[in-house]
């Protein structure tokens, strides 16, 4: 066998696991960056966020009312309400100026400090506000006795000092953008994009906005691949296509590799004549790391190290591409920008349909999940062969089918991996 023929037909088949952990010697997480708040959302934090206040800082009011001394009240009823005299009025933002002692009351809103020596606040709607002219005094009528404590979030009720809010490699979502606003972070350091540069090969392939051809179809697997390095949280740059010729493709990945942090290619990595990546991988002076991968679809599917930088080569037809890239590229992505659980975990569900067909390496399924009598169940979204475009939209998980020959059948339990 040449080199050539070798490469086509005696490749040695591994595991998916196996291709992932061959991957991940290679993977660094990509340097720190500070960025606004508000452009934060969606990056990984790069640093642990800790309490440097508690949370509240003062005893805070949960409710508009009044601050009283609860053993004051401990007889108020509707019937026999207790008047305190109302000594001030506490608006948020402000600090109270004087102490509560029995028989006196303080104005409150919610959110305010609660004052010293009060000990519960007594909602609005319990009370009755008397004014007498003569004293030029406000009283208060308390119709309900409440337990000391009640309506005050004591200070670190919330977040103790120094507590661990926030672990380097978070994502910012809602919740973390909250709390970094609250603890004063207007710039927040985290981890820069990958970059990942995304290009097809095929000489059949048009541009977007070329006009159909004879024998010819438009690009459509470099876009879907940008839009799962976007949600993969790496920044997509959509190089021109590639000819089948493979010194255009070597000089152009080479250019490439020396300016991202990963580049991706889709198609020629079977055994058919104009296969590129295979006449590539055939000269170049880099590693190649695994060229056949026990999954449908996606079995050809290539990795390698070039210029100490990652190439993962996917299959050219849509549904391959897109599996291969949910397997291999979305964790590398995100363990490069500082994930530290980068692949997502299987949970069960129970086919709807009946898979009959088995196969000699495990299936990665693309699938759509519906919930029927509080029953998460399962289904491949479409028809479930590689070179289906169409329905790839409709994945929400890939459906894991162990290898074997008889298939599956509606009502078996099966793991899946959720698409996020
Ligand atoms: N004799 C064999 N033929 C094939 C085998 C095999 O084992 N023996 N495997 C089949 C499987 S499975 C797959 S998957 C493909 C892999 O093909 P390649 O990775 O070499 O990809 P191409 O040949 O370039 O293209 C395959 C298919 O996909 C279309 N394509 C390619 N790029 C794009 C793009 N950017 N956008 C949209 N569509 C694209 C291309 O036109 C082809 O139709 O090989 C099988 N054959
Ligand atoms: O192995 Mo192919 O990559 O089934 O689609
Ligand atoms: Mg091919």
Known sequence: MN???KLRFGRKVISVEEARSLL????????IESVSLASAFGR????DINADHPVPHFRRSGVDGYAVCAEDIEQASPEQPTVLRVIERIPSGTVPRWNVQSGLAARIMTGAPVPDGADAVVMLEMTDSLQDEGRNASYVSIKKNVQAGSNITPIAGEVALGELLLEDGTRIGPGEAAILAAFGHAEVPVYRKPKVAIFSTGSELLNVDEALQPGRIRNSNSYMLAAQVEAAGGSAVIMQALSDDPLQVETALREALGQVDLVLTSGGVSVGDYDVLVDVFGRFEGKLLFNKVAMRPGTPTSGAIWNNRL???LSGNPGASFVGFELFAKPMIKAMSGCKAPC??????????????????PRYVRGTTLVEDGCLRVRPSGIDKSSIM?????ADCLIYLPAGGKGFVRGESVLIYPIQ
Do not use: C, M, P
């Not at 990984?44 to 640093?47: P, T």
């Not at 169409?390 to 409709?394: A, E, H, L, T």
């Open 3 to 5: 080199s050539d023929t």
């Open 24 to 31: 991940y010697e290679y993977v660094n997480h990509t340097e």
């Open 44 to 47: 990984r934090l790069a640093v």
């Open 311 to 313: 190439l993962l080569a």
């Open 344 to 361: 997502s975990a299987a949970i069960s569900a129970f086919l709807d349909v009946d898979y009959a067909k088995g196969s000699a390496y």
């Open 390 to 394: 169409v329905s790839i939209k409709d």
